[in-house]
T-cell receptor
Framework: SAVISQKPSRDICQRGTSLTIQCQVDSQVTMMFWYRQQPGQSLTLIAT?????????ESGFVIDKFPISRPNLTFSTLTVSNMSPEDSSIYLC???????????FGPGTRLTVL | DAKTTQPPSMDCAEGRAANLPCNHS???????VYWYRQIHSQGPQYIIH???NNETNEMASLIITEDRKSSTLILPHATLRDTAVYYCIVRVGLGGANSKLTFGKGITLSVRP
């Protein structure tokens, strides 16, 4: 399976600021996804990061709040904009590619907004 | 809506088999059953998946009933490190945008010494 890294692993931010989370994969992948896991909750899909085009967002998530980039087949970023304490969560990227199309997850970024 | 139903929690003794049930009575013919686990807020870890045949790998076995309406994940010799939340997910296996996973609440497995 692909090796996935995320930066930063954790951060504490002030409300009103923005944070960009990076997801790097050690091999080219077809699909990249971003999930959010709020405290004590399960994972919720934010969007599918599309290479060379705009991300596809799930209901309840908008590009202005969570802009996503995917410049190539191994890298994606998620920005959490104008943060509030409600954005405190673990943000996870995942990837899948051809074959069985199994999805693999990164280690996550733990974000705390004060 | 979640397509699977799992008990909220269960426990087992270390060294014994852990049998984790999942109901997916509305599963479609082209949907696979996937199992992931999440240990203490780490990223979810893929365990196993299947369509209709039973599957086994180095981590676990997946038993799917003949009517495919339920399945059981078996950890043959549970250790303390297997304590985690286990998610049973059904998903169309066509790739692309259909690759997205819908997580329910999962089942919390506690392995006791």
């Amino acid at each position: 399976s692909a090796v996935i890294s995320q930066k930063p692993s954790r951060d504490i931010c002030q409300r009103g600021t923005s944070l960009t989370i990076q997801c790097q994969v050690d091999s080219q992948v077809t699909m990249m996804f971003w999930y959010r896991q709020q405290p004590g909750q399960s994972l919720t899909l934010i969007a599918t990061a599309n290479q060379g085009s705009e991300a596809t967002y799930e209901s309840g998530f908008v590009i202005d709040k969570f802009p996503i980039s995917r410049p190539n087949l191994t890298f994606s970023t998620l920005t959490v904009s104008n943060m509030s304490p409600e954005d405190s969560s673990i943000y996870l990227c995942s990837v899948s590619s051809g074959g069985t199309d199994t999805q693999y997850f990164g280690p996550g970024t733990r974000l705390t907004v004060l | 809506d979640a397509k699977t139903t799992q008990p909220p929690s269960m426990d087992c003794a270390e060294g014994r088999a852990a049998n984790l049930p999942c109901n997916h009575s509305t599963i479609s013919g082209n949907e696979y059953v996937y199992w992931y686990r999440q240990i203490h807020s780490q990223g979810p870890q893929y365990i196993i998946h299947g369509l209709k045949n039973n599957e086994t790998n180095e981590m676990a076995s997946l038993i799917i009933t003949e009517d495919r309406k339920s399945s059981t994940l078996i950890l043959p010799h549970a250790t303390l490190r297997d304590t985690a939340v286990y998610y049973c997910i059904v998903r169309v296996g066509l790739g692309g945008a259909n690759s997205k996973l819908t997580f329910g609440k999962g089942i919390t497995l506690s392995v006791r010494p």
